[in-house]
């Protein structure tokens, strides 16, 4: 959900605006993708509408847990700020690339979780948006003790 977190001091002194969708023209074949920009520290990106036969293999997608929504932790989209659960910007910052941005769909930040319409077009598209992307990222959780066991 969109908020200005009031913990952390980089962002409020900067008076970030909480960030807002913009409608999909066609919430049956238009899909957002986020750019996850490249780097160290803060997740930064940009969140466009494209078609998703026009974008059929230029992106990544990701799978994961959602987690325990009640912890989260704030990233910067569209230079707006945005709060995300700890889980999905452990699984971001892993993902991401030190140099050259990532182009992923990611459901709890490319579907607009407030509008019900909107959920109830793109959840029965999901099986093709996973399908077009180039790959999808599967995100257990972090590494501890028991990772080398299952690898």
Request: hydrophobic letters at 35%.
């Amino acid at each position: 959900r969109p908020v200005v977190p009031q913990n952390d001091q980089n962002l409020t002194d900067s008076l970030m605006a909480p960030f807002l969708y913009t409608p999909l023209k066609n919430s049956k074949t238009d899909i957002r993708l986020l750019e996850l920009f490249p780097g160290r520290g803060r997740l930064r990106g940009w969140l466009g509408h494209v078609d998703l036969e026009a974008v059929k293999g230029t992106y990544d997608a990701l799978s994961y847990c959602w987690g325990e929504q009640t912890k989260s932790t704030a990233i910067i989209i569209n230079d707006c700020t945005w709060s995300i659960g700890e889980n999905l910007y452990a699984a971001l910052k892993s993902i991401r690339r030190q140099h050259g941005g990532l182009t992923m769909w990611v459901d709890a930040l490319c579907i607009n979780q407030d509008d019900t319409q909107e959920k109830n077009a793109q959840v029965p598209i999901m099986r093709d948006i996973y399908f077009n992307g180039r790959r999808t990222y599967v995100w257990l959780g972090p590494d501890d003790i028991w990772t080398s066991l299952a690898f």
